[in-house]
């Protein structure tokens, strides 16, 4: 009786279709949550701790751990065991983690064998998540995101949104507008000659973009491009051969100016490079990343010399003295560091809290004598180089202040700030040499300006 009741009951449940759940699908349910929150450093380009996520057999082969995914056993899955907090770091590094469902999805598509796509379905390759085009409905206006005076300090390039601008910082006139960039012109850099304007930026997640202009003409005469994310910094090489750059896709690159073709990918950092700079005599290059670190690489072989890791939070910003033996770099934790560099190590020379908030900026004199900084607390502080002590300090800034420039001379910095104003101080009596200049007027929605006059 029992048992007829039983058969009665597996017929029934059969009948009105109720069965187990099937596993996640590797195509439909466990790429979209790797194309969102693991492509940014697990792609065929970035390949942190080797290994590549973009496709099924990619992910399966592991990294320089080795096999990440134990098909049947999510628990002694490598990739779990991270997402979960149990081997650190915990992924997404330097994110928020996983929400518990995506976690338990993955887990129990690795428990059930962790296959890979059907037969009936193509094998996926994943790309990065594509990033809608937001248009803004009120009036908006670009902030100034980088500043740089010509070697002969004449001329004052100034970079926002998609395009350069080139004042003349004597009478504040726009001398011409360079127009075409991706996005945000986040780097300036000027060929040693002054000849050349190259400038850096391209859209976040999607790609970096190095334009260069003829300064006189005021054409453009390559752009180059390589980096999986946009670029925060550049920097020309004194023989004016190379260009540097450092990105938010934890790599720096080295360029070739006349051909524009990439010489060497420099793979060390575990983070976003915020900034780079070549030593003064051109042997060696200097970035700074968002992991608390500066690292040292050699120009010749494109290999790293030695790591400087004392910060406590992100560097964002840093400046060779101008005789090369030392380095100075800033950024989240307020604080500057100045380190003594050698043939094959550095060491900590001395450290400040300077600032009461974020450092956003810092340039060193062409004297030697006095490191400048710019903060988010609204300020513009010039210390002794040799001891930090405070000289100055211009306060009450309208707005922060993300770019510094100081001219060749010593006698001219020029300051960017937020709000699309730029200002331009005397070095030495910390005075503006004129009134505070609009760089970037508010624009209206989709509409592009061709003014060509810097408003007063």
Not at 143 to 150: E, G, T
Not at 180 to 200: C, E, N
Not at 251 to 255: F, G, M, R, Y
């Given at each position: 009786m029992v048992c007829a009741v039983f058969v009665a009951m597996w017929a029934v449940y059969n009948s009105a279709g109720v069965k187990a759940a099937s596993p996640p699908s590797f195509n439909s349910d466990i790429a979209p949550i790797l194309q969102k929150n693991c492509l940014a450093c697990h792609s065929s380009s970035a390949k942190m701790g080797g290994l590549v996520m973009d496709s099924y057999d990619s992910l399966m082969k592991g990294g320089d751990h080795g096999q990440v995914i134990l098909p049947h056993n999510s628990h002694g899955s490598r990739l779990a065991q991270m997402l979960e907090g149990k081997i650190a770091p915990r992924m997404p590094f330097g994110?928020?983690?996983?929400?518990?469902?995506?976690?338990?999805?993955?887990?129990?598509?690795?428990?059930?064998?962790?296959?890979?796509?059907?037969?009936?379905?193509?094998?996926?390759?994943?790309?990065?998540?594509?990033?809608?085009?937001?248009?803004?409905?009120?009036?908006?206006?670009?902030?100034?995101?980088?500043?740089?005076?010509?070697?002969?300090?004449?001329?004052?390039?100034?970079?926002?949104?998609?395009?350069?601008?080139?004042?003349?910082?004597?009478?504040?006139?726009?001398?011409?507008?360079?127009?075409?960039?991706?996005?945000?012109?986040?780097?300036?850099?000027?060929?040693?000659?002054?000849?050349?304007?190259?400038?850096?930026?391209?859209?976040?997640?999607?790609?970096?973009?190095?334009?260069?202009?003829?300064?006189?003409?005021?054409?453009?005469?390559?752009?180059?491009?390589?980096?999986?994310?946009?670029?925060?910094?550049?920097?020309?090489?004194p023989d004016g051969k190379l260009i540097a750059s450092g990105s938010y896709d934890k790599?720096?690159?080295?360029?070739d100016v006349a051909t524009g073709k990439e010489l060497s990918n420099l793979k060390d950092h575990i983070d976003a490079v915020f900034a780079v700079a070549f030593s003064p005599d051109g042997k060696r290059l200097a970035t700074a990343s968002q992991d608390r670190t500066v690292k040292i690489w050699d120009i010749a072989t494109g290999k790293r010399l030695y790591t400087l890791s004392d910060a406590s939070d992100g560097l964002s910003t840093l400046a060779y003295s101008p005789t090369g033996d030392r380095i100075a770099a800033a950024g989240y934790d307020k604080t500057i560091y100045v380190w003594k560099l050698g043939k094959d190590d550095g060491h900590l020379d001395q450290s400040l809290i300077a600032d009461e908030d974020s450092i956003l900026a810092l340039v060193w004199s062409p004297d030697g004598k006095t490191i400048i900084t710019a903060s988010s607390d609204g300020s513009i502080r010039f210390r002794e180089a040799s001891t930090l002590d405070p000289i100055r300090v211009i306060d009450h800034q309208p707005d922060w202040v993300e770019a510094l420039s100081i001219s060749r001379d010593g006698k001219q910095l020029a300051a960017g700030r937020f709000n699309g104003t730029l200002s331009v101080y005397d070095a030495e009596n910390y005075k503006e040499t004129r009134g505070q200049m609009i760089a970037f007027e508010p624009q209206p929605p989709s509409t592009k300006s061709d003014s060509k006059q810097v408003t007063q």
């Open positions: 994110a928020d983690p996983l929400p518990a469902a995506d976690i338990a999805a993955i887990e129990t598509w690795i428990d059930a064998g962790a296959s890979g796509p059907a037969e009936s379905e193509a094998a996926k390759t994943i790309t990065t998540a594509p990033i809608p085009e937001i248009k803004p409905e009120v009036p908006v206006v670009s902030p100034v995101a980088s500043v740089k005076f010509s070697p002969d300090g004449k001329l004052l390039a100034v970079g926002g949104y998609r395009e350069v601008r080139l004042i003349d910082p004597s009478t504040g006139k726009e001398i011409a507008t360079l127009s075409g960039h991706a996005d945000y012109v986040r780097s300036i850099a000027f060929s040693p000659d002054g000849k050349l304007l190259a400038a850096g930026g391209g859209p976040p997640q999607r790609f970096g973009e190095i334009k260069i202009w003829d300064v006189q003409s005021h054409q453009l005469l390559k752009t180059m491009q390589g980096h999986t994310d946009c670029i925060y910094s550049i920097a020309w090489s790599t720096a690159k080295l360029w």
